[in-house]
């Protein structure tokens, strides 16, 4: 199979759902793109905020991005800021939908994509996505170790199932956003 940007012409370092193949500067042109994206659909920001990035798995990845976004300033004090930034990726919700119905973890409001003065810009990105916009980067991940068992069971099954179907944790995170707003 030959593996090259439609766009550039050049060897392909990602394909995506539906088939299209991004060599590097379109990758990373639409991951940060689609961050935007999730900031604009969910009006997470707004132009002048004070923001907190808090620790998490990609703190260096969130600093990375909103360096480049000077509208926005990034506080060093979480208490004074009007928006805290989290680590979650879709990969991370969808994983949350499924254990909230095995046993009740947490308030479904917090799998929202804002909830109080928290925000979740990776919110529909993948964890293969954001781990390859680090790589390609050469920006360091946060390596942390999942102390929940079922949490990890839940993970690696889902991680099964999008090898034969790509689009699950898309589907998964879709069918709770229609129907959080009635719940
Ligand atoms: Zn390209």
Redesign the pocket.
């Known amino acids: 199979m030959i593996k090259m940007?439609k766009?550039?012409k050049?060897n392909a370092v990602f394909v995506m759902i539906n088939g299209r193949k991004?060599?590097k500067?379109?990758f990373i042109h639409y991951f940060e793109k689609k961050i935007l994206f999730t900031i604009r659909k969910y009006n997470l920001l707004r132009k002048g905020n004070k923001i907190f990035i808090d620790k998490g798995r990609y703190t260096t990845i969130i600093e990375h991005i909103f360096r480049k976004l000077p509208i926005y300033k990034i506080s060093k004090i979480k208490t004074k800021t009007d928006k805290i930034l989290l680590s979650t990726s879709i990969g991370n919700i969808a994983c949350q939908i499924i254990l909230n119905q095995l046993k009740k973890k947490q308030e479904v409001k917090q799998l929202m994509p804002k909830y109080k003065n928290t925000i979740k810009p990776l919110y529909l990105l993948l964890d293969k996505e954001i781990e390859l916009y680090a790589k390609l980067n050469k920006i360091k991940i946060n390596k942390q170790k999942d102390k929940d068992k079922l949490g990890v069971q839940v993970r690696n099954f889902l991680n099964d199932l999008e090898k034969k179907h790509p689009e699950i944790k898309y589907a998964a995170v879709n069918a709770f956003l229609e129907i959080e707003p009635v719940l």
């Open positions: 940007c766009k550039c050049t991004l060599c500067n379109c």
